[in-house]
């Protein structure tokens, strides 16, 4: 018999084995585009044929937990990404991705979360996934209070990835929950410049401008908010939150149900509701939705205060309590004391503070208006100014003062460093 010499069969040998990746590539590709119109079931027998060729192969371990995680099988997937790091410790993708997989699994379990996102994070060997584990890892220490820990991961990543409007979202809601709304204001500016329709960006920044004091600035950037998304249920929330504050009781009361129509499990939403319903006089409505509130969440503190509060109230109603008017000592006709007031005093008594009550909130639209009115004024003065500016040629654009810093619309003093 005659022997094969060893160099043809060493050739032979690799032959193969390129074969054999590039079929398991092919079979792999095959999964992908299943994957890609959402056949995750036919994408998963894919990656596994993929597998079976050559079990070393590790993209197919990520994608199938990918599409085990569409199909709501999140223990097939966390198996899956766990046999991808032991392949390829060095996988970010997998990493991150492991990370969400274990924050769908067990929620509670942050510690396992931040220790996966760590991972990707420190690999630093791909910028879209450390931007993307920088968020979530983000997210996590924001919930927890760690904030300087959160800021300083976003700085990190906003250097790699500046256009990634997310992070300035999740830096501005740092800097609002420690109350430093400048800051925040300037970041929620930042992600909505990045990307116009971002609607959470634009709530956030709404929220801030209220925190701040300027409740017309508010409506009408929630106002913007709707034209994106009317069905944004987080921005109707705000607005009926924003007209309880203005004294628009009927159309904060439409919002927040509304609000509630789009998302019935929201327990803030029928908190606010029973607010403005209490505004209005309108106690049982309001019982029902601090009940509604408590229903969601047993633990709202605030709901459950209101609702004895309104309990109480209605039950004080019910036994008929007596207007009583304080008169003063030594005047004529009196002796001092207590006296109960007729019917036709009381009537008239409630008929005066109802008008004196119309006048107050009628005064507070027309303030509310012109504040409103205002603000809009001056936003189109400035977009008319920025139409003039891209107008002007180089040499009639305004030069700085040598040793000037450099000032914003309101007069506040622009870091280069920071965003």
């Not at 084995?17 to 995750?40: F, I, K, M, P, Q």
């Not at 149900?257 to 029928?270: D, G, S, T, V």
């Amino acid at each position: 018999m005659k022997k094969i010499p060893a160099l043809v069969l060493v050739f032979a040998l690799v032959f193969i084995n390129a074969r054999a990746v590039r079929t398991a590539s092919d079979v792999y590709n095959e999964g992908y585009d299943l994957y890609a119109v959402n056949d995750y079931k036919g994408a998963v027998a894919k990656f596994k044929e993929s597998i079976k060729m050559l079990p070393e192969f590790v993209k197919p371990y990520n994608k199938a937990g990918l599409a085990y995680i569409a199909m709501k099988e999140t223990d097939h997937a966390l198996y899956m990404y766990k046999q991808a790091v032991y392949i390829d410790p060095n996988y970010s993708e997998a990493w991150y991705d492991y990370g969400v997989a274990m924050e769908i699994k067990d929620p509670k379990n942050t510690k396992r979360q931040i220790e996966l996102y760590q991972k990707a994070v420190d690999l630093k060997n791909d910028d879209h996934i450390f931007a993307r584990a920088s968020l979530n890892l983000a997210r996590i220490y924001r919930m927890q209070k760690k904030y300087d820990d959160a800021i300083l991961l976003l700085r990190n990543a906003v250097k790699v990835e500046p256009t990634f409007e997310e992070l300035y979202n999740q830096t501005g809601l740092c800097y609002y929950e420690t109350q430093l709304y400048d800051k925040a204001e300037e970041s929620f500016s930042k992600a909505i410049e990045l990307k116009h329709e971002y609607k959470e960006a634009s709530t956030n920044l709404a929220l801030t401008y209220q925190k701040k004091g300027n409740l017309a600035k508010a409506v009408i950037q929630l106002e913007d908010t709707l034209k994106i998304d009317k069905n944004f249920d987080g921005a109707q929330y705000s607005y009926g939150n924003a007209l309880i504050d203005s004294g628009y009781y009927d159309k904060a009361i439409a919002h927040l149900q509304l609000a509630i129509a789009l998302n019935p499990k929201f327990p803030e939403a029928y908190y606010s509701l029973g607010k403005a319903y209490l505004h209005k006089n309108m106690f049982a409505e309001s019982q029902e939705s601090f009940k509604n509130a408590l229903k969601l969440n047993k633990n709202y503190t605030l709901a459950r205060k209101a609702y004895e509060t309104v309990k109480k109230t209605r039950e004080s109603f019910t036994d008929q309590v007596s207007f009583r008017k304080i008169v003063i000592e030594g005047e004529e006709g009196s002796e001092g004391g207590e006296v109960v007031l007729t019917k036709k005093e009381i009537e008239e008594d409630k008929q005066t503070a109802k008008r004196e009550l119309q006048v107050l909130k009628k005064r507070q639209r027309e303030k509310m208006v012109k504040e409103i009115e205002a603000a809009k004024e001056k936003k189109k003065k400035e977009a008319e100014m920025e139409m003039v500016e891209e107008l002007r040629v180089p040499d009639d654009k305004p030069k700085k003062v040598e040793g000037e810093d450099a000032v914003d619309s309101e007069g506040n003093t622009a870091d280069a460093d920071e965003f």
